[in-house]
T-cell receptor
Framework: AQTVTQSQPEMSVQEAETVTLSCTYD???????LFWYKQPPSRQMILVIR??????QNATENRFSVNFQKAAKSFSLKISDSQLGDAAMYFC????????????FGPGTRLSVLP | DTGVSQNPRHKITKRGQNVTFRCDPI?????LYWYRQTLGQGPEFLTY????????KSRLLSDRFSAERPKGSFSTLEIQRTEQGDSAMYLC?????????????FGQGTRLTVV
């Protein structure tokens, strides 16, 4: 079974600075998808960024980018120019490319943004 | 609003009572997921539907839990003889079936408190 690990339970960053959240996963599959989700306090989970394992190019979405290292099974999220609204729980998630597989989530990293 | 809708948002019940939650997915999505999330943890997979077929169930889903998705539209999750350990946030998510790598779209969840 696939597992997702996030080794940083809590992180903090100064407003306008850059922070990197770590994620590693374990799988024997070669084709899969990886996601970062954001869950603000008392609000629903929303997608931040996604990465297809077959793509070598790292995904970027505005201030958010990933460092995908397939051989190392590592998928970190970099947030540039951090804003107060970025404060939230961040979850790394894995999904197999095989039809019908569910999403496997890590335990999350709580990010605080300091003014 | 065309997002995933969950009702009720909050439920307080006495131990031993039965509870039922409802999830209305995004209308064109044929995949529907149920997850459970306890405080400070990542979502844990419970079960998954493709249209009306329940394709996968976690071993977390004891025989007190049952889920249905009649006609492949809304879904219900019932917990019988609730226990204090059932207290958690129950999340519903949906995704399109045509593209495997599409992310899951989450509802705001139903927070269950068993007293």
């Amino acid at each position: 079974a696939q597992t997702v690990t996030q080794s940083q339970p809590e992180m903090s960053v100064q407003e306008a600075e850059t922070v990197t959240l770590s994620c590693t996963y374990d799988t024997s599959e070669s084709d899969y998808y990886l996601f970062w989700y954001k869950q603000p306090p008392s609000r629903q989970m929303i997608l931040v960024i996604r990465q297809e394992a077959y793509k070598q190019q790292n995904a970027t979405e505005n201030r958010f980018s990933v460092n995908f290292q397939k051989a190392a099974k590592s998928f970190s999220l970099k947030i540039s120019d951090s804003q107060l609204g970025d404060a939230a729980m961040y979850f790394c998630a894995y999904r197999s490319a095989n039809y019908g597989q569910n999403f496997v989530f890590g335990p999350g990293t709580r990010l605080s943004v300091l003014p | 609003d065309t997002g995933v809708s969950q009702n009720p948002r909050h439920k307080i019940t006495k131990r031993g009572q039965n509870v039922t939650f409802r999830c209305d997915p995004i209308s064109e999505h044929n995949r529907l997921y149920w997850y459970r999330q306890t405080l400070g943890q990542g979502p844990e997979f419970l079960t998954y539907f493709q249209n009306e077929a329940q394709l996968e169930k976690s071993r977390l889903l004891s025989d007190r839990f049952s889920a249905e998705r009649p006609k492949g539209s809304f879904s219900t999750l019932e917990i019988q003889r609730t226990e204090q350990g059932d207290s958690a946030m129950y999340l519903c998510a949906s995704s399109p079936g045509q593209v495997h790598g599409t992310e899951a779209f989450f509802g705001q969840g139903t927070r269950l408190t068993v007293v």
